[in-house]
């Protein structure tokens, strides 16, 4: 489908962030122009006129586990181990294939009607969860979960081959759960399918005291210091939330050029700590957004994570100019793209992929628009989002969803599902 978006300012990302004046032209899942109105324009099949809306290249989340959403706020302000281990666990272990297949078209019902256009996963049951991805229309990057619960290094690489041949919208990166999830023995198959594929290697990683503590006990360095002497970044990769980190571990991940994934929400709600995304700014470490699963966030708004990305470092900083809001919008649209390899994802530019956010300017929010880009980091909301579009298809518009499936089913078989396993 040929779509022309005129009438908008186009946010780019070459260089500093600026905006342009102009439209924007999509050509199946591509966008073919994007500049200055033009009296040449070809037939389209459709042409919105944005009214002066704000076109993004999508907010990436860079970390979640979509298939979590039956546990929102099932199992609130209880500590972390008994959260895991009376709470969520259990309730895992109940789950089929089919649930997996609702709760994450319920997740992508949230993504695409607050701006974001991929997510990069880790969970289970992934044959379930690709198809609702492609069924919907929406941009998934796996990543793998092995640990000594669950998985291998021969079946990572199936799925590997797999999944990354499949279709448009999927792709799968290597990694596993944890460093404190994962044997040494396992640890090190691992590290050598990765090495072998010369991939990138992704994981939870520095996330709590405990897990670095524990760490230091079983191999007398830290995490970080781990997988390195194992080769597991010798590819690149990144770690999740990456909140406790020493001197060497920062060094590590400047050497290996690590995506550092923070995801500051859930860190706050089960008291993890802030991470240090200014230092890692300092050191050219590049930083990427999540908001974790909806366990443990709970929403997956990505207003609400980018505004906390960067409060959290001015407390942190003690310094109102720490981590600047521009930045934020760059690691929230483009770094993320770039830790899940999505490179083609990252602007609005001819070629780029046509995965699109139109946010509505004329609202009270967002006025008077003296810097429209900080804007949408310190005053944006949800109620912005007039348009998601992913691979050239529109999935979210003016409050009703495109992804090929009834919502109010969607709302009531995953209420169901919860009170069978409650039942």
Request: aromatic letters at 8%.
């Amino acid at each position: 489908m040929n779509i022309r978006l005129f009438n908008a300012k186009i946010t780019q990302f070459a260089g500093t962030p600026h905006i342009v004046s102009g439209e924007v032209w999509t050509g199946n899942d591509r966008i073919t122009y994007a500049g200055a109105a033009r009296e040449d324009a070809p037939a389209f099949d459709r042409e919105i006129d944005c009214r002066g809306g704000l076109l993004l290249p999508g907010f990436k989340n860079a970390h979640t586990h979509s298939g979590m959403t039956f546990l929102r706020s099932h199992a609130d302000d209880l500590p972390l181990a008994e959260w895991l281990n009376e709470q969520v666990f259990p309730f895992e272990r109940q789950l089929t294939g089919r649930d997996i297949d609702t709760l994450v078209r319920l997740a992508i019902l949230e993504y695409v009607s607050g701006g974001q256009t991929a997510m990069f996963d880790m969970y289970f049951h992934l044959d379930e969860a690709v198809n609702a991805a492609i069924e919907s229309g929406f941009r998934m990057a796996l990543v793998g979960a092995t640990n000594d619960h669950g998985g291998s290094a021969r079946e990572t690489e199936r799925e590997y081959r797999c999944f990354n041949a499949l279709h448009p919208l999927i792709s799968y990166r290597i990694g596993i759960h944890a460093e404190y999830t994962t044997s040494e023995p396992l640890l090190r198959e691992m590290t050598e399918l990765a090495q072998a594929l010369h991939e990138p290697f992704y994981t939870h990683l520095a996330e709590t005291k405990g897990e670095v503590e524990g760490c230091y006990q079983r191999y007398g360095m830290s995490p970080i210091e781990k997988l390195e002497s194992l080769g597991a970044f010798a590819y690149g990769g990144g770690g999740f939330h990456m909140v406790h980190l020493c001197e060497n571990d920062f060094a590590i991940c400047s050497r290996r050029g690590l995506y550092a994934v923070t995801c500051p929400a859930s860190n706050l709600k089960l008291a993890s700590g802030i991470a240090p995304v200014s230092e890692f700014l300092r050191r050219g470490i590049p930083v990427a957004i999540g908001t974790d699963g909806p366990a443990s966030n709970n929403c997956l708004d990505f207003f609400r994570e980018i505004f906390l990305v960067t409060a959290l470092q001015k407390v942190r900083e003690e310094d109102a100019a720490a981590c600047d809001a521009l930045e934020v919008l760059k690691m929230a649209c483009v770094n993320g793209a770039h830790a899940m390899r999505l490179t083609d994802a990252d602007d609005i530019a001819p070629g780029k992929l046509a995965d699109l956010v139109l946010l509505d300017l004329h609202q009270p929010n967002m006025q008077p628009e003296n810097h429209v880009l900080k804007n949408v980091v310190y005053s944006g909301s949800k109620q912005n989002v007039r348009m998601t579009m992913v691979a050239g298809r529109i999935l979210y518009e003016n409050g009703e969803f495109f992804t090929g499936c009834d919502p109010e089913k969607i709302y009531a078989d995953a209420h169901a599902i919860i009170r069978r396993m409650e039942a």
